[in-house]
């Protein structure tokens, strides 16, 4: 069931199609699946308070309490860029909502954990996971923020909320923010030819991303474990991974990333 998206006019000034969902499973999953079988446009949202049955990386469950997070997928038309590289969209997804997280929160520590995690003092506040739609035409991404959670609410303790950080979350103004500049870095990308580095967004991830020079332990889809220093993002979005006494980085596509510092 939608409802109205009156409550949101700074969204519905930046995209053409906001609903609200009163409750729903999975923002994600609705509209990818949504997208699939009707024409959405280019920044269609679907928004909610209370998701009950949401997905992070790595297939985890995202569960919160009704009214204590903001639930919201955005559908990009990216039948433009080169596929090689769409994995900069959650990398984008991450910077940008880095920068809306960190509008509202200006005096706080806010950054970016590689790939697209935001992280408040080194506590997480927001997940993002990105997904194609089935004619792989368009790509869904969903961000889950913490935005009411009180601290006995919270999942783990390495995760925080804006309503711990002392703040009360302006989730209109947080999603307009996060929309104007993924659509910003993903017109320049596209403009660029898929070029990150042209486009700009490989300068703007790296200067969000608290990830860099930190100690970190990857665990990576084969199982195995890395351990080393974060020393760059090279231009295809890979973390590098300088292990102790080696010279030479080790590039991470994807996996697990721990700050061993936290």
């Known amino acids: 069931m939608t409802i109205p998206a009156s409550g949101y006019p700074l969204t519905a000034a930046v995209s053409p199609r906001v609903q609200v969902a009163e409750h729903t499973g999975s923002t994600n999953a609705d509209l990818v699946a949504a997208a699939s079988v009707e024409d959405y446009p280019h920044l269609s949202v679907l928004l909610t308070t209370d998701q009950r049955s949401g997905r992070g990386r790595l297939d985890r469950r995202w569960e919160t309490p009704p009214g204590s997070a903001l639930a919201l997928s955005v559908l990009l038309h990216v039948g433009e860029l080169p596929i090689e590289a769409r994995g900069w969209i959650p990398l984008a997804a991450g910077w940008a909502m880095t920068e809306a997280i960190r509008a509202q929160l200006p005096d706080q520590d806010v950054a970016l954990k590689w790939p697209n995690d935001v992280l408040v003092g080194g506590r997480k506040i927001c997940g993002i996971l990105a997904e194609a739609t089935l004619d792989f035409a368009a790509v869904v991404v969903g961000s889950g923020i ?100 080696a010279i030479q980085a080790e590039s991470v596509s994807a996996g697990d990333i721990v700050h061993l510092r936290f």
């Open 146 to 245: 913490n935005t009411a959670m009180s601290p006995e609410q919270l999942p783990v303790e390495t995760a925080t909320s804006f309503a711990v950080e002392g703040e009360v979350c302006d989730e209109d103004r947080l999603s307009a923010d996060y929309l104007v500049r993924l659509d910003r870095a993903l017109v320049a990308l596209t403009a660029a030819g898929g070029d990150a580095v042209a486009s700009g967004l490989h300068a703007e991830v790296v200067a969000a991303c608290g990830t860099l020079g930190l100690p970190v332990r990857v665990s990576l889809p084969d199982g195995s474990l890395l351990e080393g220093i974060a020393s760059g993002i090279d231009a295809e979005g890979r973390l590098q991974v300088t292990p102790a006494g």
